[in-house]
């Protein structure tokens, strides 16, 4: 079965409300797993900006993802576009764009 799994990653208890859910998913054999993240938490830290060796929380998230079982990620209007270049080729990432819908309201 195709499984799609909806949770923003607002703090660390729902990011691994998320992780759990897709792990246990994953379990029960589900063939496919979809996670649609409206918001994705860590995505402003995506970026190098002071220290050579700052974080990013991004990439560690999007590697917990990718080590849960994930398959495929839908997010909605992050911070950079980058952020979807830290899921490896095999995890097809979406960003979609709220503005263009509210726009045509």
């Known amino acids: 079965k195709h499984v799609y799994v909806i949770n923003s990653t607002t703090s660390s208890d729902s990011m691994i409300e998320l992780f759990l859910l897709i792990s246990a998913l994953r379990r029960a054999s589900a063939r496919k797993i979809t996670a649609v993240i409206p918001y994705f938490g860590y995505a402003r830290q995506d970026e190098h900006k002071r220290l050579l060796r700052e974080p990013i929380a991004a990439?560690?998230?999007?590697?917990?993802?990718?080590?849960?079982?994930?398959?495929?990620?839908?997010?909605?209007?992050?911070?950079?576009d980058t952020v979807r270049g830290f899921f490896s080729p095999r995890v097809p990432v979406e960003h979609l764009m709220p503005a263009p819908v509210a726009a045509a309201y």
Request: glycine share 4%; charged share 25%; proline share 0%.
């Open 59 to 80: 990439a560690d998230v999007a590697l917990m993802l990718e080590e849960m079982g994930v398959d495929r990620v839908i997010c909605m209007d992050l911070h950079n």
